[in-house]
């Protein structure tokens, strides 16, 4: 079985630029969560979805958006790009929203110069 | 929010050793997680442990869920085991403590 898959695994933008990336859970997971990483830090939390509902936001500005598709895929879309947007991006899958072991993808490691 | 602290922040240690790093949470979780980040930035599942005690080849790990702090083992320390080790917790949003980096010398 596949893990979750996310795309792409690499891109490189300007300030201002608007980034979407993509994420495949495991076959039979409901849940996404979205993270932020950036070097030398812990990964930080930004959304978490499940069933197609946002339940969890972390603190991060309105320019970060997200949504779950039906067959539970998701896209983290960043407006107005800032330099310290750079980060690896990570997403990971659960069976459940409150429980379940989370696993992670590869991530999408994003720069903006 | 919840507050997760890790410690050591660092730890070198000889091939051989054994070690162990603590995750400490400041309410009560739903999920607790040990990961390990390799070296290209991907997360690698250790143990999920809300509780109890559970063990994998040379790693262990024990969460004591009553008293808010969760133990990783490492015993007989490979040159491959090197690189950073995160907990994760989870109650209302899932919050990662900022890592142990674990250099093991041949």
């Known amino acids: 079985d596949a893990g979750v898959t996310q795309s792409p695994t690499h891109l490189i933008k300007t300030r201002g630029q608007h980034v979407t990336l993509r994420c495949s859970p495991i076959s039979g997971h409901k849940s996404v969560s979205w993270y932020q990483q950036v070097l030398g830090q812990g990964p930080q939390f930004i959304f978490q979805?499940?069933?197609?509902?946002?339940?969890g936001r972390g603190n991060f500005p309105d320019r970060f958006s997200a949504r779950q598709f039906p067959n539970y895929s998701s896209e983290l879309n960043v407006n107005a790009l800032l330099l310290g947007d750079s980060a690896l991006y990570l997403c990971?899958?659960?069976?459940?929203?409150?429980?379940?072991?989370?696993?992670f993808g590869e991530g999408s490691r994003l720069t903006v110069l | 929010g919840i507050q997760v602290e890790q410690s050591p922040p660092d730890l070198i240690l000889q091939e051989g050793a054994n070690s162990t790093l603590r995750c400490n949470f400041s309410d009560s979780v739903n999920n607790l997680q040990w990961f390990h980040q390799n070296p290209w930035g991907q997360l690698i599942n250790l143990f999920y442990i809300p509780s109890g005690t559970k063990q994998n080849g040379r790693l262990s790990a024990t969460t004591v869920a009553t008293e808010r702090y969760s133990l990783l083992y490492i015993s007989s320390s490979q040159t491959t085991d090197s690189g950073v080790y995160f907990c994760a917790v989870k109650n209302d949003k899932i919050i990662f403590g900022k890592g142990t980096r674990l250099h093991i010398l041949p």
């Open positions: 990971a899958s659960s069976q459940g929203a409150r429980t379940g072991e989370l696993f």
């Open positions: 979805y499940y069933e197609k509902e946002e339940r």
